[in-house]
Each structure stands twice: as structure tokens, then as C-alpha cells.
């Protein structure tokens, strides 16, 4: 078992900054990749960020791309999530999730275990 557990969310004004944390326990952290993602009311849950076992690796949807940066501190068990020129449209719960597989992968049914989520709400 992988126990997840994410902070950092708030409410901020469009154009700010945000650094997101998601702190591991349980299993190595290095021999899971991981994920963010996000949900907000009324949408499916949509792909933001992925990140391979050493953090050589990134992957990012579309929306967020240039503005929003993951890495990981595999000596922290910590996976981070830096948001930069924050959208309203960016407003949503935040989720980060790990799988066990050296992968970069958005579908988010192939990740193992997930945190508790972290609220995200940009105003305009």
C-alpha cells in the first residue's frame, strides 16, 4: 500500500502562483511514477501532470503546458506540482496518484493509489 496525502491548494487570483505537494508513505517512493489530476464539478477527472520513477521524464496535458511544472524529491517522497499563471478555468480538486510501472500515462483508471485531494480555486 502507497498512502498519498496532498497540500498546498487554495484560493488565489488569476496570474498567481501555486506549488502543490504530495507527500508518499508506505512503499519505495522511486518505483512509482506519478500522476496530478484534477476534477471539477460536473467534469470527468482530467490528466494535468505526469512524472516517471527518476524525474527524468514529464508529461503534461495540453491546457497546462509551459505554466505548470511537476517534479520529485525521491528522498522526500514528495511529488510537487508548481502552477504558475493560474486560470480561472484551473479551478478544480486536485488529485496525485501513483502506479507502478516506469510509465507516463494520462488515463487515470492504470494508477494505483490515489490521495485525498487538495482544493484548487482561481478567481477571476
Known amino acids: 500500500q502507497v498512502q498519498l496525502v496532498e497540500s498546498g491548494g487554495g484560493l488565489v487570483q488569476a496570474g498567481s502562483s501555486l506549488r502543490l505537494s504530495c507527500a508518499a508513505s508506505?512503499?519505495?517512493?522511486?518505483?512509482?511514477?506519478m500522476g496530478w489530476f484534477r476534477q471539477a464539478p460536473g467534469n470527468e477527472r482530467e490528466f494535468v501532470a505526469a512524472i516517471n520513477w527518476s524525474g527524468g521524464r514529464t508529461s503534461y496535458a495540453d491546457s497546462v503546458k509551459g505554466r505548470f511544472i511537476i517534479s520529485r524529491d525521491n528522498t522526500k517522497n514528495t511529488v510537487y506540482l508548481q502552477m504558475n499563471s493560474l486560470k480561472p478555468e484551473d479551478t478544480a480538486v486536485y488529485y496525485c496518484?501513483?502506479?507502478?510501472?516506469?510509465?507516463?500515462?494520462?488515463?487515470?483508471?492504470?494508477?494505483?493509489?490515489w490521495g485525498q485531494g487538495t482544493q484548487v480555486t482561481v478567481s477571476s
Open positions: 496518484a501513483a502506479v507502478s510501472k516506469n510509465i507516463l500515462d494520462s488515463r487515470w483508471t492504470l494508477y494505483d493509489y
Open positions: 508506505g512503499r519505495t517512493f522511486s518505483n512509482y511514477a
